[in-house]
């Protein structure tokens, strides 16, 4: 069966740090993968997609890997701060719908 | 621009009770989602439409009907609730399917069945 995991204990982080997420899946080739913020009793917040032709993509302080051969897609926070402490999900595209990881909770300590 | 509103934001049923929650979206969306999200677990969807007047089942549809008979609504149904209902219930809608584009998400029902 699909399967995707992301870390299930809290990351902690040094304010000013790289925070780093990890996103893994078996038994699968998605085409697109995407990240969201989730903060406590909120809805999930779309972050940034990324395709399976693409390695890298950036947007601000935010980078994302895909790295279809280790079925791996890192999520890189570069000069974290404590408002960037959140749930961060996963999802992959599969059959037309979206399968999410349980998501990693950071924690951005000043 | 509201984006996606649920109501209600809480909710306490009996088992056996029925209710309905009610996902209103104003960004002109083709699909909407209903997911509902476990401690532990990643979200799951239940159903799904593409249209108006179209719904479709997702991964985890039994007990749970629903409707879209306006563009902008999207009803998800108990009929008979039971406790393995517990849980938080997220509505979402996109411009196109979630497999290219963002789905943007209401803020949450979270239904508790006794």
């Known amino acids: 069966s699909q399967k995707i995991e992301q870390n299930s204990e809290a990351l902690n982080i040094q304010e000013g740090k790289t925070a780093t997420l990890t996103c893994n899946y078996t038994?699968?080739?998605?085409?697109?993968l995407q990240w969201y913020r989730q903060d406590p009793g909120r809805g999930p917040v779309f972050l940034l997609l990324i395709r399976e032709n693409e390695k890298e993509k950036r947007k601000e302080r935010l980078k994302v890997t895909f790295d279809t051969t280790l079925k791996q897609s890192l999520f890189h926070i570069t000069a974290s701060q404590p408002a960037d402490s959140a749930t961060y999900l996963c999802?992959?595209?599969?059959?037309?719908?979206?399968?999410w990881g349980a998501g990693t909770k950071l924690i951005i300590k000043p | 621009n509201a984006g996606v509103t649920q109501t209600p934001k809480f909710r306490v049923l009996k088992t056996g009770q029925s209710m309905t929650l009610l996902c209103a979206q104003d960004m002109n969306h083709e699909y909407m989602y209903w997911y509902r999200q476990d401690p532990g677990m990643g979200l799951r969807l239940i159903h799904y439409s593409v249209g108006e007047g179209t719904t479709a089942k997702g991964e985890v549809p039994d007990g749970y009907n629903v409707s879209r008979l306006k563009k902008q609504n999207f009803l998800l149904g108990l009929e008979s609730a039971a406790p393995s209902q517990t849980s938080v219930y997220f509505c979402a809608s996109s411009y196109s399917g979630g497999y290219t584009g963002e789905l943007f998400f209401g803020e949450g029902s979270r239904l508790t069945v006794l």
């Open positions: 999802a992959l595209h599969l059959n037309y719908q979206l399968i």
């Open positions: 038994n699968y080739s998605p085409a697109y």
